[in-house]
């Protein structure tokens, strides 16, 4: 158990809505990062978060956004969903800033289906 | 742009076989090369990071090396339980995010 949660673990909705998929860090782990994979693509960088703030940006759309919060959960938003969108989407955190002199910890994963 | 490039892409042993896992990378500026071991329905887990050329790190079964231009991942007699997608990464560049291959799927056969 890497000690972050994500919910919920599945999620099947339309073409055009909007969803929320939320993220708890490791207990005393300041950055969020969210990564997409899917199956022709592999894992993506999305979004990374740092103690409340932005810190770096990946291939993440304009249709997607994402926060983290005093309590340093994150959601992570996708709106005006379209097919291709769905896919696994991970939250991971880590203690550092930058995530290289501390690995990474990875969720289990949220599965977006859009139909 | 980073690059990370992993092969084989599927790869089959035999319980106690002995084979390495390649991860040919571009990057400008290595900041890390992570191994982390994918099981189906899980997050990515850690397993190494190297940080610069000659380094090696070991863990059980595994062993985990560097070069200028690729790492490799050597399994010593694996067993059933290792079966995962093994994924490569690297930090480096501008970005934080690190940028991941599309992983090696090994099967170990008891």
């Known amino acids: 158990d890497s000690g972050v949660t994500q919910t919920p673990k599945h999620l099947i909705t339309a073409t055009g809505q909007r969803v929320t998929l939320r993220c708890s860090p490791r207990?005393?782990?300041?950055?969020v990062y969210w990564y997409q994979q899917s199956l022709d693509q592999g894992l993506q960088f999305l979004i990374q978060?740092?103690?409340?703030?932005?810190?770096a940006k990946g291939n993440i759309l304009e249709r997607f956004s994402a926060q983290q919060f005093p309590d340093l959960h994150s959601e992570l938003n996708l709106s005006s969903l379209e097919l291709g969108d769905s896919a696994l989407y991970f939250c991971?955190?880590?203690?550092?800033?930058?995530?290289?002199?501390?690995?990474?910890?990875f969720g289990n994963g949220t599965r977006l289906t859009v139909t | 742009e980073d690059q990370v490039t992993q092969s084989p892409e599927a790869l089959r042993l035999q319980e106690g076989e002995s084979s390495s896992l390649n991860c040919s990378y571009t990057v400008s500026g290595l900041r890390g090369l992570f191994w982390y071991r994918q099981d189906p329905g899980k997050g990515p887990e850690f397993l190494f990071t190297l940080y610069s050329a000659g380094e090696e790190k070991e863990k059980e079964r595994l062993k985990a090396t560097l070069t200028k231009k690729e790492s490799f991942l050597h399994i010593t007699a694996p067993k059933p339980e290792d079966s995962a997608t093994y994924l490569c990464?690297?930090?480096?560049?501008?970005?934080?995010?690190?940028?991941f291959g599309k992983g090696t799927h090994l099967i170990i056969q008891p």
């Open positions: 978060y740092y103690n409340g703030e932005e810190r």
């Open positions: 207990s005393g782990d300041l950055s």
């Open positions: 990464a690297v930090g480096g560049g501008g970005a934080d995010g690190l940028t």
């Open positions: 991971a955190s880590s203690d550092g800033t930058g995530g290289y002199n501390s690995p990474l910890h």
